[in-house]
């Protein structure tokens, strides 16, 4: 069972993203009629601008051009994809940082709304980042069936809020793609070690796809090392820099041999989290 991450430097030029991603769907090494789950970054097809600008290209679900371009491609190289993140009109002010995922005949098996919104200060170009002022936060955690497993959905810095990721694993989920925009400062500091606390916690396999580099002129900066965790925490593969793939096999076997060698989930004395 394959899986592979898309590493983009996306930019405020849609059209040439999608081209972008077009092309490396083209190139992606795989065997013959093997199933291949994808995975985009957060924001792939609009990105580094001023936040406001995602309000221009968005629209209702029904009529979302983004939308239907992504399942387009996912139909076109026939695979999987959980299809980054684009934004979905939530009301006249603001928009949701929505997740899909597409079956490879381009179908909407479900999607997720970014939870946490990244309202933080930064020491980098950007400093002050206000993602609430753009983008209204979700209300739903999602785990999807899938022929890959049942993977559950998690947006950038979500990372960092475990209770989102217990509540993944209860819900029954055995993947968890992470689409990711992490800044350069932030991801230096904590991108590794908060996906392979997530993955040890859940017992969870991480698929953490990262935008990479300078975007519009170096007005924003991102992390990159797009990266496969196993659920023993172990790293099988990364792309640390640059632009491309990321791919590993997954063995839902040894998921299950670690999650009864330790059972954490039957340990745990503490309630569920609950969304508030």
């Not at 005949?105 to 170009?125: M, Q, R």
């Not at 992390?223 to 172990?234: E, F, H, L, N, T």
Request: net charge negative; hydrophobic share 40%.
């Amino acid at each position: 069972m394959q899986v592979s991450l898309l590493q983009c430097q996306s930019s405020t030029d849609v059209k040439a993203n999608l081209a972008f991603i077009d092309s490396q769907l083209s190139l992606l090494p795989r065997k013959a009629n093997e199933p291949q789950l994808v995975v985009l970054p957060e924001c792939s097809l609009l990105f580094g601008g001023h936040e406001q600008q995602q309000l221009a290209v968005a629209a209702v679900e029904e009529s979302s051009k983004l939308k239907q371009q992504l399942a387009a491609l996912a139909q076109r190289h026939h695979v999987y994809m959980v299809a980054g993140t684009i934004p979905i009109s939530a009301d006249a002010a603001r928009v949701y940082s929505r997740s899909y995922l597409f079956d490879d005949e381009g179908n909407t098996l479900g999607s997720y709304d970014k939870l946490h919104l990244f309202d933080v200060e930064v020491a980098d170009k950007t400093q002050s980042y206000r993602e609430s002022d753009t983008f209204c936060p979700g209300d739903r955690i999602t785990v999807i069936d899938t022929p890959f497993g049942k993977i559950g959905l998690a947006i950038c810095y979500d990372i960092r809020f475990a209770d989102l990721f217990r509540a993944l694993r209860l819900a029954g989920a055995e993947i968890i793609a992470l689409p990711s925009a992490f800044t350069k400062v932030t991801g230096a500091a904590h991108w590794q070690t908060l996906i392979q606390a997530r993955a040890i916690e859940t017992q969870c396999y991480f698929l953490a796809a990262d935008q990479w580099g300078q975007h519009n002129q170096g007005s924003r900066e991102t992390w990159g090392q797009s990266m496969i965790v196993d659920p023993w925490g172990r790293v099988i593969a990364e792309k640390k820099t640059g632009l491309g793939w990321v791919q590993a096999q997954l063995d839902v076997t040894a998921l299950a041999t670690i999650r009864q060698q330790i059972p954490v989930v039957a340990h745990n004395r503490f309630i569920a989290p609950q969304l508030k």
